[in-house]
């Protein structure tokens, strides 16, 4: 394993369920660069395509390996050595698939970044992982990327590469090389790759958690390879749809350009979700959509413009990486539309699934049986594992588990035995179907992306009036779920509202998907003897709240 591979504490795997992994074919000596080099020499002239409204790009496998070989060029001549890690934090441009292809191809140890992310998450990101090069626009949306550079670069890193066509700058930072993405164009592309050990880390993902810095997911080349022959049976071969998710999102890494990838499917990308333009996108290109968190499929059936046509394109849609409501799926079937739900994490993607072919109850009310080779226990407080139909926090292991977190200290989430707890709550049924009920880990999933509770309390906390907070998830049909801050006012002051709580946030620093979308004032706190606050019965608060309004 190389230097930069042994930086990190690998999670303990038993050997046993190591040998069986590789007895049944899950963990081989292949890797992700090797994958992604074979699929485009075997469909060179599939289709990519991100329509973007402002660097929309069409072209093919062929040219996006030209392009990624001519970066790995780039990357070399400028010191970045194979083995190194490198982010890259991209809306879903072409370059986003370039990046992801030309990393793995180059043997580069990738870091792919939300490009929602700012300062304060992406400079701890980059600092933690060690990163030598960074990839990204100058800016995009309320997203400085170059100031995030030259304010708060890690001492590891050496160069920026700047995607998009405005001029670039040059670095403040004497240490990093800032170089425009046109300069790929004048290097010659590399021929040779060089080899790596399947076992060497692959990806590490970052993503929010119950700290209130991100958390970093270790996979290497087997568990991710793992969770492509998951994915595999989950797609459609020749089916295309238009993806949303980012590429630099565990969800959008998978479902937008490794998932087509692995089958030869053409890749669609848009970069910024409206529903209006995606479904001018899909007529245009006769493609499906929908795929990933609810919001997506239930934007679509939502707007005026959906049609009967974008229903045809649309007979089966994935969901997954966010809470999905039951009356989604049915609603979709009125439209000929079959759903699967599926429960994963960043840590172990694919946990569960439906199948297209299973009843509408199993897939429009439950999250699935385990994928083959998965396991899942669920236990209650005790670590007693629960009968059916009794909710308990889920334990899973499989093949596509990643290997540990960069911070070892994270590594607590694993035991001995190779079981990961997941912090979340669920039932299983006579069928052996899972069930999401709740979550031990306090987090919020909005719209498929985790948002620290306690990272938002801490904000709130500090806002003049505000005795005490509970930030907890709220069903939200179109997100899933949403943040909801319950707070209870110090005697004497007056209750704020979502204006004010907003504005305040916005003083804080903290990244708006990250806010709030409705607030709570209450007396006092359901609690435990203890007297810490009852989160488990405030989400169930709002959970009946929300299906009293859906009953009316």
């Given amino acids: ?201 692959a990806v590490l993902a970052y993503t929010s958690g119950t700290t209130s810095d991100p958390k970093g997911v270790i996979h290497d080349h087997r568990t991710l390879l793992s969770e492509l022959r998951h994915m595999s049976g989950m797609i459609v071969r020749g089916w295309s749809n238009l993806m949303a998710s980012p590429v630099t999102h565990a969800t959008g890494m998978l479902g937008a350009v490794l998932g087509p990838l692995d089958v030869g499917n053409e890749i669609h990308l848009i970069d910024r979700w409206d529903p209006g333009h995606a479904l001018e996108v899909m007529s245009k290109a006769n493609i499906g959509g929908g795929t990933g968190a609810a919001l997506f499929l239930a934007g679509l059936l939502d707007h005026p413009d959906f049609t009967p046509e974008h229903a045809a394109n649309m007979a089966r849609v994935g969901l997954g990486g966010a809470p999905i409501p039951p009356s989604l799926g049915e609603r979709a079937a009125t439209h000929g539309i079959s759903i699967i739900r599926a429960y994963g994490s960043t840590e172990h993607p694919s946990t569960t699934g439906s199948d297209f072919d299973d009843s509408p109850r199993m897939r429009h009310c439950t999250d699935g049986p385990p994928l083959a080779s998965v396991e899942i226990r669920l236990v209650d407080e005790d670590g007693e594992q629960v009968g059916v139909g009794v909710p308990g926090e889920i334990l899973s292991r499989g093949p596509d588990l990643c290997v540990g977190y960069t911070d070892p200290a994270l590594n607590a989430a694993f035991d001995e035995d190779g079981w990961y707890r997941t912090g979340d709550v669920g039932v299983l049924d006579e069928d052996g179907c899972l069930t999401i009920t709740d979550r031990v880990k306090d987090i919020i999933i909005r719209g498929g992306e985790n948002v620290s509770a306690a990272e938002v309390e801490g904000a709130l906390q500090a806002m003049p009036g505000v005795a005490e907070v509970a930030v907890v998830a709220e069903p939200d049909d179109r997100l899933g779920e949403h943040g909801c801050a319950v707070l209870r006012m110090a005697p004497g002051t007056d209750a704020i509202d979502l204006d004010a709580m907003r504005a305040h946030l916005d003083t804080t620093g903290l990244a708006r998907q990250k806010w709030p979308e409705s607030i709570r004032i209450v007396s006092d706190f359901p609690r435990t003897a203890a007297g810490k606050i009852r989160k488990v019965d405030l989400r169930a608060r709002l959970r009946d709240e929300a299906a009293g309004r859906a009953g009316e």
């Fill in 1 to 201: 394993m190389s230097d930069v591979g042994k930086r990190w504490v690998r999670r303990s795997i038993p050997v046993s369920l190591e040998r069986r992994y590789v007895d049944e074919g899950w963990w081989t000596d292949d890797t992700l660069g090797a994958m992604v080099a074979r699929s485009i020499a075997a469909h060179p002239d599939r289709r990519v395509s991100a329509w973007s409204r402002v660097r929309e790009w069409h072209g093919t496998y062929a040219d996006v390996e030209c392009e990624a070989r001519r970066l790995v060029g780039l990357l070399v001549a400028h010191g970045v050595r194979p083995g190194e890690v490198v982010g890259f934090q991209l809306p879903n441009w072409r370059e986003a698939v370039t990046s992801f292809v030309g990393l793995s191809m180059g043997g580069y140890i990738l870091v792919p970044i939300v490009h929602i992310y700012g300062r304060k998450e992406v400079s701890f990101i980059l600092d933690q992982c060690g990163a030598a090069a960074y990839v990204s626009p100058a800016s995009f949306g309320h997203v400085d990327y170059v100031e995030i550079v030259d304010r708060a670069a890690p001492p590891s890193l050496r160069l920026h590469v700047v995607a998009g066509e405005d001029p670039v700058a040059s670095s403040r930072s004497s240490r990093v090389r800032r170089i425009a993405w046109r300069d790929v164009e004048s290097v010659d592309p590399v021929d040779e790759l060089p080899a790596v050990d399947a076992r060497e880390p």
